[in-house]
């Protein structure tokens, strides 16, 4: 059975930093492109990141580009996002997704990021 | 960046009402369209991918479509279990794009 389970989260302050955990079983992690989405409060889904098999290739969209990094330990089954200068827009659940070439089949219980003074 | 406009944003129906939820890409993005299904707490579900093809174990009253640029998640006869939001997806290219969800309610 495949699982996704993420830690992490919690209540950060403005302009600070915060790293996410994604602990993956049931399914050979290297073979798979990961991602993480996030919804904030009330708010629809926003893809946040991907990164390729071997780590070799990330993919972001604008709003956290530069901001954010996406990176995964194969030999561990993990996957991780760095979140540094977070933004009060950045409060949200983030969820670590598997992307297969159709993405994204298999989704954490998801972890809540809270950025506020 | 590949614009995915969803319609409508919230729905109110009676048990067995067929549903329709629309998505219009502004670019085209072939068949790389995807639904997820999102109950209250709970993590989002894939429904449909490729546009038309059901994943297993999901009910055959749900059905995906496509016409032009317009893409369509049908309920045939609405259920209580359907009760939930729904979000399309577009992944023919980086940044993958949501629409903005549809919340559906029973009337």
């Known amino acids: 059975e495949v699982q996704l389970v993420e830690s992490g989260g919690g209540l950060v302050q403005p302009g600070r930093s915060l790293k996410l955990s994604c602990a993956a079983s049931?399914?050979?992690?290297?073979?798979?492109?990961m991602a993480w989405v996030r919804q904030a409060p009330k708010k629809g889904l926003e893809w946040v990141a991907t990164?390729?098999?071997?780590?070799?290739?990330?993919y972001y969209p604008d709003s956290v580009k530069g901001r954010f990094t996406i990176s995964r330990d194969n030999a561990k089954s993990s996957l991780y996002l760095q979140m540094n200068s977070l933004k009060s827009e950045d409060t949200a659940t983030y969820y670590c997704a598997r992307h297969p070439r159709v993405p994204f089949d298999y989704w954490g219980q998801g972890v809540m990021v809270t950025v506020s003074s | 960046d590949i614009q995915m406009t969803q319609s409508p944003s919230s729905l109110s129906a009676s048990l067995g009402d067929r549903v329709t939820i629309t998505c219009r890409a502004s670019?085209?993005?072939?068949?790389?369209l995807t639904w997820f299904q999102q109950k209250p707490g709970k993590s989002p579900r894939r429904m449909i991918y490729g546009a038309t093809n059901l994943e297993d174990g999901v009910p055959s009253r749900f059905s995906g479509s496509r016409s032009g640029s317009d893409y369509s998640l049908t309920i045939s006869s609405l259920e209580s279990e359907d009760v939930a939001d729904y979000h399309c997806?577009?992944?023919?290219?980086?940044?993958?794009?949501f629409g903005a969800g549809t919340k559906l309610e029973l009337k």
């Open positions: 997806l577009q992944s023919i290219q980086y940044p993958h794009t």
């Open positions: 670019q085209d993005i072939g068949n790389y």
């Open positions: 049931g399914f050979t992690f290297s073979n798979y492109y």
């Open positions: 990164i390729s098999t071997s780590g070799s290739r990330t």
